[in-house]
């Protein structure tokens, strides 16, 4: 009987350790999963809170003539929680630096960029890196609006640093037509490739593991 009874005891264990087990993978990727959509969340209130911040400083002058992240930094137009420190040995130079992250933990880079001509920094882009590719489709599919009040002007997706994409977006005011080399720059109201991204355009777009994003506003 004692023996019976040593062996029940020992299939129970190993099926409360097979449950747990079950459980615990479940649970790993449920958590997964609730990060991915809370980091992609912080993303956009990330973008919009810079954006309208930048907006407005600059709204009595035509330009965004200036703009870097040193002076977004200093301007106070960042999020406290997106400033990372680099240790003078890891970023090369004599003392520290300050980058500004986003929700990931990739880059941001923020500049004035032209809006229809050569040198008019009539508009800004916001660089986001190292987007995964399933929050890049989520991104991607979300509407940032497309009125004046938005001040959205295109959108750039693809692979690599996004930081690259500054002179895919310049100049860049009219139909996308225009620009049939580089289809994953999208515009409000285009009708070809218009803002929100398609589920099919954004795939397409966002096709790495890491992706770069890019937001121009005017």
């Given at each position: 009987?004692?023996?019976?009874?040593?062996?029940?005891?020992?299939?129970?264990?190993?099926?409360?350790?097979?449950?747990?087990?079950?459980?615990?993978?479940?649970?790993?990727?449920?958590?997964?999963k609730a990060?991915?959509k809370?980091?992609?969340?912080k993303?956009?209130?990330?973008?919009?809170?810079?954006?309208?911040?930048?907006r407005?400083?600059?709204?009595?002058?035509?330009?965004?003539?200036?703009?870097?992240?040193?002076?977004?930094?200093?301007?106070?137009?960042?999020?406290?929680?997106?400033?990372?420190?680099?240790?003078?040995?890891?970023?090369?130079?004599?003392s520290?630096?300050?980058?500004?992250?986003?929700?990931?933990?990739?880059?941001?880079?923020?500049?004035?960029?032209?809006?229809?001509?050569?040198?008019?920094?009539?508009?800004f882009?916001?660089?986001?890196?190292?987007?995964?590719?399933?929050?890049?489709?989520?991104?991607?599919?979300?509407?940032?609006?497309?009125?004046?009040?938005s001040?959205?002007?295109?959108m750039?997706?693809?692979?690599?640093?996004?930081?690259s994409a500054?002179?895919?977006?310049?100049n860049?005011?009219?139909p996308?037509?225009s620009?049939?080399?580089?289809?994953?720059?999208?515009?409000?109201?285009?009708?070809?490739h218009?803002l929100?991204?398609?589920i099919?355009d954004?795939?397409?777009?966002?096709?790495?593991?890491?992706?770069?994003?890019?937001?121009?506003?005017?």
């Open positions: 009987m004692r023996v019976n009874e040593q062996g029940r005891s020992m299939i129970e264990m190993l099926g409360v350790l097979a449950i747990v087990g079950v459980l615990s993978v479940g649970g790993i990727a449920g958590y997964s990060m991915n809370f980091k992609t969340n993303v956009s209130d990330q973008v919009q809170m810079i954006s309208t911040n930048i407005t400083l600059f709204s009595s002058q035509r330009t965004y003539s200036g703009l870097t992240n040193g002076m977004a930094v200093q301007a106070g137009l960042i999020p406290t929680e997106m400033y990372e420190t680099v240790s003078a040995s890891a970023s090369g130079s004599v520290a630096e300050l980058r500004i992250v986003n929700a990931f933990g990739g880059e941001v880079v923020i500049q004035a960029v032209d809006q229809s001509d050569d040198g008019d920094e009539m508009a882009a916001l660089s986001f890196d190292q987007i995964p590719q399933s929050a890049c489709v989520s991104i991607a599919t979300t509407d940032w609006g497309g009125d004046a009040g001040g959205l002007a295109a750039w997706i693809g692979a690599g640093a996004s930081g500054e002179g895919n977006i310049d860049i005011s009219g996308t037509s620009y049939t080399a580089n289809t994953n720059i999208h515009l409000p109201g285009d009708t070809d218009g929100p991204y398609s099919v954004a795939n397409a777009a966002c096709a790495q593991s890491l992706n770069g994003v890019v937001w121009k506003y005017f």
